[in-house]
C-alpha cells in the first residue's frame, strides 16, 4: 500500500455491507442494548457472526482481502464502498475487539495499536507538533516518561512535568496553551491518585487535549471520560488479557479526532495490532470483571497484612485509608485495584532478598496478570530515569511493587512472610 493511499481508508464502524461484499465478509450487526450491565457487555457488545453462526468470535488471520472486481477495489480506495483493505488498516477481528473496548469504556471509537506504549506514543506524536506544549505528570511508567522526557523535545515540543498531586503546580504550567496532558491514576509505580476532574478542566482552560493512562484502575474500577479526560489508553496486556500472553493496546476517544488524528498516524506508522492478539484479548474482556474483582480482594488482604508485618516501611493501596490519596480513590475509583506498593527496610538489599525468599509470587516486570508478580522498580522499570527523578517520585531502593493475582489469599500471604522473614533485622 502506498501513502498515497492511505487517506481514502474508511474506518469501520461497522462491518456489513451486503450489497458489496461476498458471503465470506458479511456480518451480522450487534446492537448493544443501553441496559446492558458491565459484566453482559464484557461478553455481548460489538458482538459479529460471519453466516456460519459461531459461538466464539471468528478470528481472520489474514494480511489482505480480496474484491469482487476491479470497479470495487477502485472504490474502495476513494472511499465509496466500505470494504476491508489491508489488516493494518482494518482487520474484523480487531474492530471487534475495538468495538467492545468502546463499549465498556463508554467512548465513541477506539484504535487498538500493537502494544501498550504504542497506544501511548501515538495518542501523543499523532496529536502534537513542533512548538506545542506537553504538560505531563511526572509520575509516569519508565518508558511513558522517556517520551516526554527525550523524544518529544527532539521533535521540538517543549516538555513540562508537575507533581500530579499539586493542583497548583498543574496550574501554573497550564497557564500557557499547551497541547496535551499525560497523566497516570493510580501512578505506576507508587499508586499516587491524581484528581483527574480537576486537571482536566484546567487542561481544557489550556487548550490541551487530556490523556489519561488507566491501566492500573482498568476499565472496571474507573471511567477517565466521565472525569472530563478526552482520551484513555491502555497496556491491553495487562487486566485486558491478564493472562500473559499477548501484547497490545487501545486508544479510546472522540470519534472525529480518532478519525482525523489518530487513525492515519497508526495507519501510515505501521502500529497495528495482530488479529490472533485481538482474538485473545476479546476473550480475555469475557472474564475481566472476575479477574479483576477477585484480584482486589487479594490485593486488599495483602495489604493489610503488609501493613502490620516487621520490616514493612510503608505500604500504598488506593483502597486503604491509609493512602495519602484516600477520599480521592473513593470518589474516583470504583474499587482499590490489583496493585500494592511497598517498602521494606534495608533498601535495595532488604528489597532483593524480600523477593528472593517467595517461592510462590513470582519476579516480573509485567502486571494485571493472573499469577502474583513483584518487581523491584529502582533497577527495573524506573532504572533508567535515573536516582534524582526516582526519588522525587517516593521510588526508594526498598520499593517493591506487587501485581496480585488470582491465587488464594492465604498462599500469598504465606509466601510474603517468607519475604518478611528474609528482610535483614537492626
Same mark, same amino acid.
Given at each position: 500500500m502506498t501513502e498515497a493511499e492511505t487517506p481514502h481508508c474508511p474506518c469501520f464502524s461497522s462491518g456489513h455491507h451486503e450489497q458489496e461484499r461476498t458471503g465470506y465478509l458479511i456480518m451480522s450487526e450487534n446492537k448493544t442494548p443501553s441496559t446492558w450491565r458491565p459484566a453482559t457487555r464484557l461478553l455481548h457488545a460489538g458482538l459479529? !457472526?460471519? #453466516? &456460519? *453462526? #459461531? /459461538?466464539?468470535?471468528?478470528? &481472520?488471520? /489474514?494480511?489482505? &482481502?480480496?474484491y469482487d472486481n476491479a470497479e470495487q477495489a477502485a472504490k474502495t480506495f476513494t472511499g465509496e464502498v466500505e470494504h476491508y483493505q489491508y489488516s493494518r488498516f482494518a482487520n474484523p477481528t480487531v474492530t471487534a475487539l475495538e468495538r467492545r473496548l468502546a463499549d465498556l469504556e463508554g467512548a465513541e471509537a477506539c484504535v487498538a495499536t500493537s502494544t501498550g506504549m504504542g497506544a501511548v506514543s501515538s495518542a501523543l506524536l499523532s496529536h502534537v507538533k513542533a512548538g506545542e506544549r506537553v504538560v505531563a505528570s511526572r509520575a509516569l511508567f519508565g518508558s511513558c516518561h522517556w517520551i516526554v522526557a527525550n523524544l518529544l523535545p527532539r521533535y521540538g515540543v517543549e516538555t513540562v512535568f508537575v507533581d500530579g498531586a499539586d493542583l497548583n503546580a498543574w496550574a501554573e504550567a497550564l497557564s500557557k496553551p499547551t497541547a496535551a496532558v499525560l497523566l497516570e491514576s493510580p501512578s505506576n509505580p507508587m499508586l499516587d491518585v491524581l484528581d483527574i476532574r480537576a486537571i482536566a478542566d484546567l487542561a481544557h482552560k489550556a487548550g490541551a487535549?487530556?490523556?489519561?493512562?488507566?491501566?492500573f484502575?482498568?476499565?472496571i474500577y474507573q471511567k477517565p471520560l466521565e472525569l472530563g479526560a478526552d482520551v484513555v489508553v491502555y497496556s491491553c /496486556?495487562?487486566?485486558?488479557d491478564g493472562q500473559g500472553r499477548v501484547l497490545g493496546g487501545a486508544v479510546l476517544g472522540p470519534k472525529e479526532w480518532i478519525t482525523e488524528t489518530l487513525q492515519p498516524f497508526t495507519r501510515n506508522t505501521g502500529n497495528a495490532l495482530s488479529p490472533f492478539n485481538a482474538w485473545v484479548m476479546l476473550?480475555?474482556?469475557e472474564t475481566l470483571s472476575l479477574r479483576v474483582d477477585a484480584m482486589t480482594r487479594n490485593a486488599a488482604a495483602v495489604a493489610?497484612?503488609?501493613?502490620?508485618?516487621?520490616g514493612i516501611v510503608s505500604v500504598r493501596y488506593p483502597g486503604r485509608?491509609?493512602?495519602?490519596?484516600? #477520599?480521592?480513590?473513593?470518589?474516583?475509583?470504583?474499587? *482499590?485495584?490489583? +496493585?500494592?506498593?511497598? #517498602?521494606?527496610? %534495608?533498601g535495595q538489599e532488604g528489597a532483593f532478598a524480600f523477593m528472593n525468599a517467595l517461592q510462590l509470587i513470582a519476579i516480573s516486570n509485567n502486571l494485571g496478570d493472573a499469577r502474583s508478580l513483584v518487581t523491584h522498580p529502582a533497577t527495573t522499570t524506573?532504572?533508567?530515569? *535515573?536516582?534524582?527523578? !526516582?526519588? !522525587?517520585?517516593?521510588?526508594?531502593? %526498598?520499593?517493591? !511493587?506487587?501485581?496480585?493475582? +488470582?491465587?488464594?489469599?492465604?498462599?500469598?500471604?504465606e509466601d510474603l512472610a517468607r519475604g518478611v522473614a528474609a528482610l535483614p533485622r537492626s
Open positions: 459479529e !457472526r460471519t #453466516e &456460519f *453462526g #459461531e /459461538t466464539s468470535e471468528a478470528v &481472520f488471520l /489474514t494480511s489482505g &482481502f480480496v487535549l487530556v490523556v489519561v493512562d488507566n491501566v484502575a482498568s476499565p /496486556t495487562k487486566h485486558i476473550k480475555g474482556l493489610d497484612y503488609l501493613a502490620q508485618a516487621p485509608k491509609d493512602h495519602p490519596q484516600y #477520599e480521592l480513590a473513593q470518589r474516583q475509583m470504583s474499587g *482499590g485495584g490489583s +496493585l500494592v506498593a511497598f #517498602e521494606v527496610a %534495608g524506573h532504572m533508567k530515569i *535515573g536516582p534524582e527523578e !526516582r526519588a !522525587r517520585l517516593g521510588i526508594s531502593d %526498598g520499593a517493591i !511493587r506487587f501485581s496480585v493475582g +488470582l491465587e488464594d489469599s492465604a498462599d500469598l500471604i
